[in-house]
């Protein structure tokens, strides 16, 4: 509240995306809540037919869509975005299936209030590929992580991670699915945290009110972004 005795005005967050978004979904549905302490105001993919876009038409978002192709750089690619962003008073980044890497200067810029959402255990398993990769292994756990984005790819620093048990039959279809489940409970959670102000970051550290970080939750476990928030 403010001295007013008014509700402080929700962040603005951007939700990036390349494909169908649903992540995203996840995003939308959480903002719902009159208490959650972001809104999703604009929805920005690089692909026209990204089916997120219509996601977010469906729930009044304002989107945009912006062609890397059409750039010679992505420096210039970026720099449209920023004007998008500006436009539309952006406070805060997350990257939902965003399919395109990011440059140092656009990530410093946004440092702090960019996040994204990784399926594994970070730092272990970065790239692509990680259920498959966590199968060769022969790992007794997996899971997905929510991170503050800088410029080494999935190196940022985890706010929130939810780990599950791999299973003798499990194969990557069937952990992907698991864990994906695992990605619409904790990210939400993990905005709304960054929307709050219950995270913040100052390189190298995550502070995260009456709390170690990163938190780790299991698929058992229960998830109350309320609870988060509040320490």
Known sequence: MTQTGQAAPKKRVAVFISGSGSNLAALIDAARDDDYPVEIALVLSNKADAYGLIRAADAGIQTAFVDH????????????????????????????????????????????????????????????????????AGERYHGCSVHFVQAELDGGPVILQARIPVLEDDTPDSLAGRVLVQEHRIYPAALSMLG???????????????????????????LSWRDLIHG
Request: charged letters at 25%; glycine letters at 6%.
């Open 196 to 222: 709050a102000g219950a995270v913040t970051f100052a390189e190298p550290d995550v502070v995260i009110s009456g709390r170690d970080a990163p938190i780790v939750i299991t698929d058992k476990d229960s």
């Open 69 to 136: 192709r059409a750039y010679d750089s992505r420096e210039a690619f970026e720099d449209a975005i920023t004007v998008v962003l500006s436009e539309q008073s952006i406070d805060i980044i997350c990257l939902a299936g965003f399919m395109r890497i990011l440059t140092a200067g656009f990530v410093s810029t946004y440092e702090g209030r960019m996040i994204n959402v990784h399926p594994s255990l970070l730092p272990d398993y970065k790239g692509l590929q990680t259920h498959s990769r966590v199968l060769e």
